[in-house]
């Protein structure tokens, strides 16, 4: 089997009969046994996934052709699959079965997609590490120059997706993106990874972190992979009272189209305080879209620098609320031998949440209890609505696009997370959290390696909507940067 397939591949190879869908999966199912070490999959459902890539063959040898048929994907444990265990990486649903299929998972089935099991995350999606997992940390394969000993994260949360794509665990996987982590994980992997608009995706089915910012997207090896996921992830739902009812175009029609004349931003407010690698990744890539006919324009949002304490008090009061219904009553980790009903909560709830999640309760309680919603909650809704407007006004008023980098840093190890605190964390978020709070499509594409040998990301914004866009002008860098060629380069543990 050949190693490192994209969907487009994958497709070619199915449709014309060099592998089927039951030998892809099996490929997969024993490259992930073989790799577990990594502990990318919290569950694998290789029944359910022999099952659907033999119906995929049928479907392949009756003429069938569909976006998806026959591709071997794996989906993040926060994405309810019907019957097939989804924990979101807390010990509170280590053992809930859903009886239904979440939307976005629903759509990928209906375009023939094989799942191939469900993958690690920090629990509820809150980290940017894959560190607060109850199944334990997830690693990268990657290896730096300067520490080949060091264990690397793939980055949070959807952490476990990007380390089975990273290593060739599946095809291409979902992710979930609420402050950054389907772009931030990608970027540490040396993927691509979009955020939509919100309201593209449905959220029906997705287990709810903050509800104003989660978005669906995926986690591929190129820009083309990432637009046939999200054309098949995304659509109208009347589930979700958020979502938009837009027609989904091709967006793989938008990949190879001309991007001259495109007015590029880059913001003061991304650019402070880069490291000098950093500068230089976003000199390369503003060279290139120049030599693509694009005019790099400068400028200020002068509201940018708000977006990440906004962020760390709408997401944990939305979180608040959210997870107010874990209470060990109606399903889910239950404490045993509790004095009363009151007992019941407190203990359920103190042993079934983690660390991080917990600091995340505490936090959005306290912005939301009576004495302190206005001067913390409502002034942060009122920045949020702020950002947007100057996004809307400064912004796309005068660029079609923004570029930044992704993240402050390349992949970090697990030893690097032990001496950082909560706060030194969430600054991995700087460059994304924005994104999330002004409802705007932004996507990570790998630009090169940096001098240590790993993968380092730039992220395009673009307007809500102009998801086109961001693929179009991804394309164009992903093309200069010839990453899967450099890709090659980078040392592997396996
Ligand atoms: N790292 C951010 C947080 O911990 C974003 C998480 C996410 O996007 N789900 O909140």
Redo the contacts with the bound molecule.
């Keep these: 089997m050949k190693s490192d397939l994209t969907i487009s591949e994958a497709r070619k190879g199915l449709k014309s009969r060099e592998f089927s869908s039951t030998e892809l999966t099996e490929y997969y199912l024993a490259r992930i046994e073989q790799l577990s070490a990594l502990n990318a999959f919290v569950t694998i459902d290789r029944e359910k996934a022999l099952v659907a890539a033999k119906k995929a063959d049928v479907a392949i040898s009756n003429g069938e052709d569909k976006a998806l048929l026959g591709v071997p994907i794996a989906v993040k444990d926060l994405f309810c699959t019907n019957g097939t265990r989804t924990t979101a990486c807390s010990k509170i649903l280590y053992d809930f079965v859903p009886p239904y299929e979440s939307t976005v998972t629903q759509n990928l089935l209906n375009d023939g997609a094989v799942f191939l099991g469900k993958t690690n995350m920090?629990e509820f999606?809150?980290?940017?590490a894959n560190i607060t997992s109850c199944f334990g940390a997830c690693f990268l394969p990657f290896r730096k120059k300067s520490n080949v000993n060091a264990k690397l994260v793939p980055g949070?949360?959807?952490g476990g997706s990007a380390a089975a794509v990273a290593s060739d665990l599946c095809v291409a996987a979902t992710g979930?993106?609420?402050?950054?982590?389907?772009r931030?994980p990608a970027s540490f992997s040396g993927l691509v990874g979009i955020?939509p608009t919100y309201g593209l995706c449905s959220r029906w089915g997705m287990i709810a972190?903050?509800s104003s910012?989660?978005q669906a997207g995926p986690l591929s090896k190129t820009v083309e992979d990432a637009a046939i996921m999200l054309k098949s992830m995304a659509g109208y739902d009347d589930k979700d009272a958020t979502s938009e009812n837009v027609e989904i175009p091709d967006y793989t029609k938008s990949i190879g189209k001309s991007i001259k004349g495109m007015k590029v931003g880059l913001v003061a407010e991304f650019m402070e305080g880069l490291s000098l690698e950093n500068l230089d990744v976003l000199e390369k890539t503003c060279g290139w879209l120049k030599d693509s006919g694009c005019e790099i324009v400068e400028l200020s949002l002068r509201t940018v620098p708000y977006a990440l304490p906004a962020?760390?008090i709408i997401?944990?009061a939305e979180a608040a609320s959210n997870l107010a219904r874990y209470d060990g009553v109606r399903y889910g980790y239950r404490a045993s031998e509790c004095r009363d009903i009151e007992d019941l909560f407190v203990r359920s709830r103190s042993d079934g949440f983690g660390e991080?999640v917990k600091r995340?309760i505490l936090t959005g309680t306290y912005v939301l209890s009576a004495g302190y919603f206005d001067a913390y909650y409502s002034k942060a809704l009122k920045i949020k609505k702020m950002i947007s407007d100057d996004f809307r006004d400064n912004a796309f008023s005068k660029v079609d696009i923004i570029l930044s980098m992704t993240t402050p840093t390349t992949a970090f190890s697990i030893e690097e997370t032990d001496g950082m605190s909560p706060v030194e964390?969430?600054l991995?978020?700087m460059f994304?959290?924005t994104a999330?709070i002004a409802t705007l499509p932004g996507i990570s594409v790998p630009a090169g390696l940096s001098s240590d040998g790993l993968p380092v990301g730039v992220q395009l914004i673009g307007n809500r909507m102009m998801e086109e866009m961001l693929f179009r002008v991804a394309h164009v860098i992903e093309q200069c940067a010839n990453f899967r060629e450099l890709k090659k380069s980078i040392l592997m543990e396996v």
């Design positions: 920090d999606a809150m980290g940017s949070g949360s959807s979930s993106d609420t402050g950054g982590s389907i931030q955020k972190f903050a910012l989660d962020y760390y997401a944990p991080e995340r964390m969430y991995n978020d994304t959290v999330n």
